[in-house]
């Protein structure tokens, strides 16, 4: 059964640093994808990775790819408040459900 | 236009008593889902079925039951409550099952269980 795992879990960092969340995944996969989830709110969708070494940015946020380590990341860079949020990456393969990671909470301190 | 709209938002309710909640998408999708969010925030497919066919039936009590009228509609209906059934449960679409397209969330409902 795949089994995903994110760490940290949850990430307290100040305005202006970079940081890297992580998403390791236990079986093969076709495809995975970062969202984000606020306080109470649904889940947004950031970026949907297909292939080994894909990179996606938007804004502050850049996402990659590595099939053959089964990891991706979340870079955030000089990170502003507004990203204070929780972030799940999400991992499927053919025709198998997705499988979500436990998420990362990360909080951006003033 | 809401893309994928959920009712209610909030569901108070005794244990014991029989609840249903509402999804429609109006994204022309033809893979609609529902996944259960637990207060660790830990988030968990139930079922999913796709042009109203039923694909997907995780372990989930058989008070759970689906219904999917059309492609743009799928309920849930949660017979003789229990304390744990208190969650945030989202309804999602795709637009087929397999797709590599992401899956889009509707606002959930906040069931609690009292």
């Known amino acids: 059964e795949l089994k995903v795992e994110q760490n940290p879990l949850f990430l307290s960092m100040q305005e202006g640093k970079n940081y890297t969340i992580y998403c390791n995944y236990s079986t093969t996969s076709d495809r995975l994808y970062w969202y984000r989830q606020d306080p109470g709110k649904s889940l947004e969708s950031l970026f949907v990775l297909l292939s080994n070494g894909a990179v996606k940015q938007e804004g502050r946020l850049m996402a990659s790819l590595d099939t053959k380590a089964r990891l991706s990341t979340l870079h955030i860079t000089a990170a502003v408040h507004d990203l204070s949020a929780t972030y799940f990456c999400a991992v499927g393969f053919g025709n198998e459900k997705l499988t979500f990671g436990t998420g990362t909470r990360l909080t951006i301190i003033p | 236009d809401t893309a994928v709209s959920q009712t209610p938002k909030y569901l108070v309710t005794q244990m014991g008593n029989d609840k249903s909640i509402k999804c429609e998408q109006n994204l022309g999708h033809d893979t609609m889902y529902w996944y259960k969010q637990d207060s660790k925030k830990f988030l968990k497919i139930m079922f999913s079925y796709n042009n109203k066919e039923l694909i997907i039936n995780e372990t989930v009590p058989n008070r759970f039951s689906p219904k999917s009228p059309d492609k743009a509609h799928l309920n849930l209906h949660i017979n003789s409550l229990e304390l744990g059934d208190s969650a945030v449960y989202f309804c999602?679409?795709?637009?087929?099952?397999?797709?590599?397209?992401?899956?889009?969330f509707g606002p959930g409902t906040r069931l609690t269980v009292l």
């Open positions: 999602a679409s795709s637009q087929d099952w397999g797709s590599t397209d992401t899956q889009y």
